[in-house]
């Protein structure tokens, strides 16, 4: 018997196969299926999948072999491997004198064996798909090309399961970071929200009380300083709103009167804004997450007045339903959006206008927040802007 060489890239190949997190692992269907067609296909009791690390061979599918692993020493696939682009096959085992006296031999009775290595985009060998009979064996041209197109299925499906496992722990790593970047910014603006109100308060305070003894070009600049403050504030407040959005989804469902809601929502903002607020549906009632949908619609209503160049905003939102979804339309009779700049409405931190109706800079977290809370609510949200017809949200929310 001849043991077999290490390929002369043994630690780069191991550290391939390692990639895959395959090693040891529960026997899965699929695989087993290969092995029972390549058995079958070529009319042998045994058929493997087998990966071949430092020290044993270990298999992935044993068809027809009740047996979990050998020593590396005596595996004919770590021969095959040699060869990562041929087929290796041994049509009596006992004639070839790289495994004469191999105990594989005897059992599990190894005469015939026919390997195909799989071979990894990197050109790496991880182990074969391989079948065996206990006395010697011939196989067609026909039975060789199955054998090589059921190899490569096999490199498939573990493509497949390590694409699927990079992208679950890359998941993992975003929503922890997502999570981590909400406390941070939860904190951040807790911290500061603070000393700005002192800031504010003792502004507003030094303005009253010695106005009178600071020049014009003074009293400009303090007005520049009170600007920033609120600027900032309502930086703050639209962080802690996007922060706090999670906690608004742990919320359950109740039943919110679509009159009632209409009632609220002109009540916050037709005191002090010349708007027409209405809600058309013909539906009296949604069972939905009250604060989440609160918030969505006050942010988008509150952005249509904000950004609207008409003396006389309107605001109409129109609810529909159908088995699965609620369906909302908000349309306000504004400028609208250019087509260029639809596709960054929803982006955190991006203002399309440099002030609102009322001279004031947005921060451009009110329409992310609106997304966020949509897609954990299991729906999408887009945007239209028809030229002349101002602008159109339209989001549905899961039931």
């Known amino acids: 018997m001849i043991e077999p060489a290490l390929p002369s890239n043994e ?3 191991l550290e391939e196969l390692i990639s895959y997190n395959i090693l040891d692992a529960m026997a899965e269907k699929d695989y087993d299926n290969l092995t029972a067609i390549a058995s079958e296909i070529c009319d042998t009791p045994i058929s493997l999948i087998s990966l071949i690390d430092d020290k044993r061979q270990w298999f992935m599918s044993n068809h027809g072999l009740d047996v979990k692993e ?24 006992r004639t070839d004198e790289r495994f004469v006296g191999n105990p594989l031999l005897d059992n599990p009775g190894v005469i015939f064996y026919a390997g195909v290595p799989l071979k990894t985009k990197n050109g790496y060998p991880l182990g074969t798909l391989c079948v065996i009979d206990n006395k010697p064996k011939l196989l067609s041209q026909s039975q060789i090309k199955s054998l090589r197109a059921l190899s490569n299925q096999v490199m498939n499906l573990l493509e497949l399961r390590k694409s699927e496992k990079l992208l679950k722990d890359a998941n993992i790593l975003l929503t922890e970071k997502n999570a981590e970047l909400e406390r941070y910014a939860f904190i951040a603006a807790h911290d500061l929200k603070s000393p700005l109100i002192n800031m504010s308060g003792l502004l507003k305070l030094f303005n009253e009380k010695y106005e009178e003894k600071i020049d014009p070009h003074g009293i400009e600049i303090l007005k520049h300083v009170g600007s920033s403050c609120l600027q900032l504030r309502k930086l703050i407040d639209g962080l802690f709103e996007y922060s706090n959005s999670n906690k608004i989804l742990k919320e359950k469902k109740t039943e919110v009167n679509l009159r009632t809601l209409e009632k609220e929502i002109r009540g916050l903002f037709t005191f002090d804004n010349e708007v027409t607020i209405t809600i ?7 069972e939905v997450n009250n604060a989440a949908i609160n918030q969505i619609l006050i942010n988008a209503v509150s952005n249509a007045i904000k950004y609207n160049d008409k003396n006389h905003a309107v605001v109409d939102i129109e609810i529909k339903e159908d088995a699965s979804y609620y369906y909302f339309q908000i349309g306000d009779n504004g400028p609208g959006v250019r087509d260029e700049d639809i596709g960054k ?5 991006t203002v399309l206008s440099e002030h609102d109706q009322f001279g004031e800079k947005g921060n451009g ?7 966020k809370l949509i897609a954990n609510l299991g729906g999408t949200i887009r945007a239209e802007s028809p030229k002349g017809k101002g602008l159109q949200l339209i989001f549905n929310i899961s039931k």
Not at 280 to 286: A, K, N, P, Q
């Open 365 to 371: 977290i009110g329409l992310a927040t609106i997304k």
């Open 280 to 286: 058309d549906s013909t539906l009296e009632t949604i």
């Open 70 to 93: 050998t020593p590396k020493e005596y595996a004919f696939c770590a021969h095959a491997i040699h060869n990562p682009d041929d087929v290796l096959i041994v049509q009596d085992s």
């Open 11 to 13: 630690e780069e190949r």
């Open 345 to 349: 409405l929803f982006d955190i931190y």
